[in-house]
């Protein structure tokens, strides 16, 4: 069983930028973020995300914690909203559709899974982009977890956190 987390930030620590997480990515993340997604049985973000980010396909089941019942991406056959916390939505998709579960979600749900214990690796990525919003400390998250390692392909940094 794992749980991952999967973030993309600027270099100084901006999640958005013109409101969506892309004016931040840079090529090399979006390699690296696609593959990701092809390697795990399920997704989980929130409704923020939903709301924001585009959903309209993805690999696998997505599903989204939202308190609504109307789904922002009702255009993805393989969504599903569900209204519960991060950590019952972790053990219901566990048991629905398979171990390896990623999140996709902004700063709130993973720092709430976060301290929950809930994530078992942590997937970052920093690129060059600045001047964005969402502004948080990135190195902080890393502190969660007993170790990381660092690579980097052209101006893109890329950290894998695990315990």
Do not use: C
């Not at 069983?1 to 999967?6: E, G, P, R």
């Not at 980010?53 to 009702?74: G, W």
């Not at 502190?143 to 052209?154: G, L, N, P, W, Y």
């Amino acid at each position: 069983m794992s749980t991952a987390a999967t973030l993309v930030v600027g270099a100084d620590g901006s999640t958005t930028k013109g409101a969506i997480s892309k004016g931040i990515g840079s090529n090399a993340d979006r390699t690296v973020f696609l593959a990701r997604r092809r390697e795990v049985d399920v997704i989980i973000i929130g409704g923020n995300t939903a709301r924001n980010e585009p959903y309209h396909f993805t690999p696998v089941p997505l599903v989204v914690i939202s308190r609504s019942d109307l789904s922002p991406i009702s255009n993805n056959p393989k969504a599903h909203i569900w209204n519960t916390t991060p950590g019952l939505a972790i053990e219901r998709a566990r048991q629905e559709f398979g171990p390896r579960i990623l999140i996709e979600g902004g700063v709130s749900l993973i720092n709430e899974l976060l301290a929950q214990r809930l994530i078992d690796e942590f997937f970052l990525t920093v690129t060059p982009e600045r001047e964005g919003e969402n502004i948080f400390d990135w190195r902080q998250i890393l502190t969660h977890f007993a170790a990381f390692e660092e690579s980097q392909v052209d101006q893109t940094l890329f950290f894998h956190a695990y315990n």
